[in-house]
């Protein structure tokens, strides 16, 4: 933890992140059972076990907060201040042992009489890989910091020098066109990554590894903490459009600051169709690959 900074939230929440953390890379060392919470969508005995800690610990040291866990916790929903709850972000990745999943605390403040639906104000994020040992924390005016060291967003000013990050949640995969962003941003950047955990890739935005990362069909246990990481460490967090990024808005797209116009720009042609790089299909690379082998015989 970052030496005098006065945490009002973190000083207690990390270590409970980092015990979740703990817990979790024990259940990696020696395998774990999954099973099905949807046609499409894994859960583990991880879990569950991390978000049952999660919920003991969190409820031990904030008794006047609500809970909103991923695993379906669902306690004191009229606080005042309710922690989004990710026990295990990146459960497909931990179930076949790909090393790529983490903890997730966020925290936001909800004034009374505040409707559900409607946001509230980020105030608090902890994201802790345990596999890496790697600590992400902010608190809103305070800074982001990685490990106790301060953090910011990286510098890249153009898309052709950024590398990016996106994702494909498994529940409607194929519903939503982010195959076709990935084709366009692929050919306008230094690249793209695809690592399973959109926690780790927020904070990864905030630490400057990634300089811009967006994702379709996300919910607020997924976004709560590295959103607040982000927008401490110097970036930006927004809609698809450019509107102020909600936590029930379903999308997310985070930059470095930089980078948000000319991503905006290209977000706004592929939803119009314009400006398009042509993607080659199958048939057609078939059609071309036979032809060159033919005018080599």
């Given at each position: 933890m970052p030496q005098g900074v006065a945490w009002s939230w973190i000083g207690q929440a990390a270590p409970i992140a980092q015990e979740a953390g703990a817990l979790l890379r024990e259940f990696y060392a020696r395998g774990v059972a999954t099973e099905y919470k949807t046609d499409v969508d894994l859960v583990t005995e991880a879990d569950r076990a991390s978000e049952k800690l999660l919920l003991e610990r969190l409820t031990a040291a904030f008794p006047e907060h609500g809970i909103f866990g991923e695993e379906g916790t669902r306690t004191r929903l009229d606080a005042e201040y309710r922690w989004y709850v990710d026990p295990l972000d990146g459960t497909t990745n931990f179930a076949h042992g790909f090393p790529a999943f983490c903890v997730s605390l966020g925290l936001e403040h909800r004034p009374p009489g505040l409707p559900e639906g409607q946001d509230g104000t980020l105030v608090a994020g902890v994201i802790y890989d345990p596999l890496r040992d790697e600590l992400f924390v902010a608190e809103q005016g305070k800074g982001a910091y990685l490990n106790g060291r301060s953090m910011y967003g990286s510098k890249v000013p153009y898309l052709g020098e950024a590398l990016l990050a996106t994702g494909f949640p498994s529940r409607s995969r194929h519903a939503n066109p982010n195959a076709h962003f990935y084709h366009e941003l692929t050919m306008r950047t230094h690249g793209l990554r695809r690592a399973g955990s959109a926690a780790l890739d927020?904070?990864?935005?905030?630490?400057?590894?990634?300089?811009?990362?967006?994702?379709?069909?996300?919910?607020?246990?997924?976004?709560?903490?590295?959103?607040?990481?982000?927008?401490?460490?110097?970036?930006?967090?927004?809609?698809?459009?450019?509107?102020?990024?909600?936590?029930?808005?379903?999308?997310?797209?985070?930059?470095?600051g930089r980078l948000l116009p000319e991503v905006l720009t290209v977000f706004a042609d592929m939803f119009a169709g314009r400006n398009l790089a042509p993607l080659l299909s199958p048939a057609e690379f078939a059609a071309q690959r036979k032809s060159r082998v033919e005018s080599a015989e």
């Open positions: 927020l904070a990864y935005v905030a630490a400057g590894r990634i300089d811009a990362y967006w994702e379709f069909n996300l919910n607020p246990w997924d976004t709560a903490a590295g959103t607040l990481l982000v927008l401490e460490a110097g970036g930006t967090v927004t809609q698809f459009d450019g509107k102020p990024f909600l936590l029930d808005s379903r999308e997310v797209l985070a930059t470095n």
